[in-house]
T-cell receptor
Framework: GQNIDQPTEMTATEGAIVQINCTYQ??????LFWYQQHAGEAPTFLSY??LDGLEEKGRFSSFLSRSKGYSYLLLKELQMKDSASYLC??????????WGAGTKLIIKP | GAVVSQHPSWVICKSGTSVKIECRSL??????MFWYRQFPKQSLMLMAT?????????EQGVEKDKFLINHASLTLSTLTVTSAHPEDSSFYIC????????????FGPGTRLTVL
């Protein structure tokens, strides 16, 4: 079956760095997405990786290793507004998104 | 990025009534639209996938007669919850995919449905 695993919840301190991991097993691979979702709102796109390596975009970076079925989202200089759920999703061979359950990130002052 | 709108943002209705939710891609043509449901503190659950001009493909366990999906044009899809009951209360989110290289899905803002 298809499976996406990510931690349920993480806590970090304002100004610090946090890494949210995601491992996956899917039928085919056409890219991995990270989305941010604040409570009561729809997900918003953060990053897309289809090749191995690190993609940096401001305070957020995303890494992919296809051979290991592994990705992480790195958030630097954490701000209180970064408190949200972070969703990892893999596009399978049918171009369908397979969603992880999300990681709730709690930022403390 | 591309913009997807949803209407209404929230709706409260009596049990037994039908509710229609619209999803529009505002600045691109959506070849495929997706309908998700999300219960509190849970992940997104894909309900169905629809391609313009063809019947929607429903996920296992989703009643096609209860959740009617119409994708009549490349910019509009509708979800009708027929004979809604309190257990249908949820956050319904649509997303649309165009023809970009990375097949990215763009999400609407969601519709919160409360059935009394």
């Amino acid at each position: 079956g298809q499976n996406i695993d990510q931690p349920t919840e993480m806590t970090a301190t304002e100004g610090a760095i946090v890494q949210i991991n995601c491992t996956y097993q899917t039928s085919g691979f056409n890219g991995l997405f990270w989305y941010q979702q604040h409570a009561g709102e729809a997900p918003t796109f953060l990053s897309y990786n289809v090749l191995d390596g690190l993609e940096e975009k401001g305070r957020f970076s995303s890494f992919l290793s296809r051979s290991k079925g592994y990705s992480y989202l790195l958030l630097k200089e954490l701000q209180m507004k970064d408190s949200a759920s972070y969703l990892c999703a893999v596009m399978d061979s049918n171009y369908q998104l397979i969603w992880g359950a999300g990681t709730k990130l709690i930022i403390k002052p | 990025g591309a913009v997807v709108s949803q209407h209404p943002s929230w709706v409260i209705c009596k049990s037994g009534t039908s509710v229609k939710i619209e999803c529009r891609s505002l600045d691109f043509q959506a070849t495929t639209m997706f309908w998700y449901r999300q219960f509190p503190k849970q992940s997104l659950m894909l309900m169905a996938t629809s391609n313009e001009g063809s019947k929607a493909t429903y996920e296992q366990g989703v009643e096609k007669d209860k959740f009617l999906i119409n994708h009549a044009s490349l910019t509009l899809s509708t979800l009708t919850v027929t004979s809604a009951h309190p257990e249908d209360s949820s956050f319904y989110i649509c997303s649309a995919r165009g023809t970009s290289e990375r097949n990215e899905q763009f999400f609407g803002p969601g519709t919160r449905l409360t059935v009394l």
